[in-house]
């Protein structure tokens, strides 16, 4: 695996940042979504510890959107993982299909891995 990505350079390049970019927006239409429901909890009847919980997961997915583009291995690990968690968590709540989630998971695999993998051999 080296030696086919050996002509590869630490710097960003336009397919890793749009990557991110994407990452990031669907990232923050799913925040987006927590928000609103936050704001009609009551209607709702959501569990107060249910925000609690799915924020902090939010955070992890910034978080870990962050350390992807400082070359940290965790952010590869920990973004699609908390995605998936997010996703569960709605899912057992709330009895919502996120679309956002299931958009993320996909853009993360197919477009994100083809613009991470060349570059792993600089993440720490």
């Known amino acids: 695996m080296n030696e086919e990505f050996s002509n590869e ?3 960003k390049d336009l397919g890793f940042i749009l990557s991110l970019s994407a990452l990031l927006l669907f990232t923050l239409m799913g925040i987006g979504i927590d928000s609103d429901e936050y704001v009609q909890q009551n209607d709702l009847n ?4 249910y ?18 583009f400082f070359y940290r291995k965790m952010g ?3 973004f699609p993982a ?3 968690l ?9 009895s919502t299909f996120l679309y956002t989630d299931v958009t993320n ?3 993360f695999i197919s477009v994100g891995l083809l613009a991470f993998i ?7």
């Open 9 to 11: 350079s630490p710097k």
């Open 46 to 49: 959501i569990p107060g510890f």
């Open 51 to 68: 925000f609690i919980l799915i924020f902090l997961i939010d955070l992890l997915m910034i978080i870990g959107l962050i350390l992807i």
């Open 76 to 78: 590869v690990y920990m």
């Open 82 to 84: 908390a995605v998936v």
């Open 86 to 94: 997010h996703f569960f968590l709605h899912n057992f709540y709330l």
């Open 105 to 107: 998971l996909f853009i």
């Open 118 to 124: 060349p570059k792993w051999q600089f993440f720490k």
